[in-house]
DNA sequence: GCAAAAGTGTTCCAGATACACCCATGA
DNA sequence: TCATGGGTGTATCTGGAACACTTTTGC
């Protein structure tokens, strides 16, 4: 079934994780010509036998150090044909979009110096990487309102601060504190525990829960 | 840059289009190995030098004898992985969704005896077919909620009624005629025209017409 | 007692829903 | 005049938006 000459087949990976109060992206930088040294997203050809997600399993590990167990929502995003601007000729690239909270990818020898950006504030980017990111969190910004897919970017444990704070780093714009913790504790997608979150002097803090930590609908659409 | 070898790349295309007040979607009788004899979505592989999209167009026409000038609306919808259940082995396909009114595929001896079948009365389809079809008209339903979309399933001037049955054949329940009037009337996609459709013994339906035809988002959602 | 973040309710407005009759035409 | 589909308005309800003070703790 090789009578048939097939563009390259790629997968680019936007890996995705909240820190400091702001949604980061992981990038490496690249090692090779094009773009060598320019930052890019992880990514890599797909090989025979490969599905599209296990293909991006494995790069991901290999450029960049990231167990796939840290990735707590992986979906894939859209695939692009990379005809214009990819020196290296005709492609097509399947991007994935990954969640997760606390990936640290490994900075050995294997790796391409893989470290988190802020998505507001990135350095540039090789090939269209810059829109992919951008469709990303277009992507992420629709989900969190019709589905619990913030579950990815939290502990499991977490203060309604915490879940606000989440939310405005992924909207990018302030919400309002009553009207959010009414409207979010309306959607069931999350009930209270027990547990208090003490840190510092002033009043403890009630740790909520996910009903699920697999992504789920809500009936209404949060914002 | 054949030092990797791919999995094989394909397209399938969802063609959609209005009719006897239904959905319908373009099925070809597959004229080969595997399935042969079966019903399946117009598709094929892409070859060296196209893109997905033009791809989409060629094999469309090649197979199903569709032109892409009477698409007025398409977009990608997901890739899809085909090694389980595709006999051929392991393989990657895109698929497009086209949407379009008065489609009439050409039966030459070219083509594979193209033919629209309401999406809710599909014969048995070869491969994960139904699935991806299934998967356009989730897409198609959430797009006309809040986008203009429809406008590519109706023509040019159109009266309120048909694009309320439109509505209806798409998201598959009936709408309140009033509300539905009122709400449509109130999202600024389309504009009343001078013109009226006589059609038989009682009064003419005002014709309306999209302000753009082009996609746009609506400030409010429809639904 | 003070600084710091947690937690809480009401008012107002816009949009959603439910619902039934008159209008214009052709036969 | 009658059959057929076109066209219209109101009352009610629910959810969204705006907005400020009290509570609990550590120091």
């Known amino acids: 079934m090789t009578a048939y000459q097939s563009p390259i087949l790629m997968v680019d990976s936007v ?39 296990s293909s991006h399993e494995r790069i991901l590990g290999s450029k960049a150090g990231v167990e796939q167990q840290l990735l707590r929502l992986v979906e894939q995003l859209y695939t692009f044909d990379t005809v214009a601007g990819d020196p290296r000729g005709h492609g097509v690239s399947v991007t994935y979009m990954g969640l997760g909270i606390e990936i640290n990818p490994s900075l050995s020898a294997e790796t391409q110096q893989p470290a988190f950006f802020a998505v507001n504030a990135l350095p540039r980017l090789a090939y269209d990487h810059a829109e992919i990111i951008a469709y990303a969190h277009e992507r992420l910004k629709s989900k969190v309102n019709y589905t619990n897919a913030i579950f990815a970017l939290l502990p499991v444990y977490f203060t309604l601060t915490q879940l606000q704070t989440a939310y405005e780093a992924i909207l990018c714009r302030p919400l309002d ?18 547990e208090y979150q003490r840190d510092g002097a002033h009043r403890p803090a009630r740790l909520f829960c996910f009903n699920e930590m697999r992504l789920e609908r809500s009936t209404r659409s949060f914002d």
Chains 1, 2 share one sequence.
């Open 15 to 53: 890996i995705m994780q909240l820190a400091n109060d702001s949604l980061q992206v992981l990038l490496i930088k690249r090692a090779h010509e094009p773009f060598q040294g320019m930052y890019a997203l992880p990514g890599g050809y797909i090989v025979a036998g490969e599905t599209t997600l």
């Open 177 to 194: 504190k009553r009207n959010f913790r009414k409207k979010f504790l309306s959607l069931d997608l999350i009930h209270e525990t027990n």
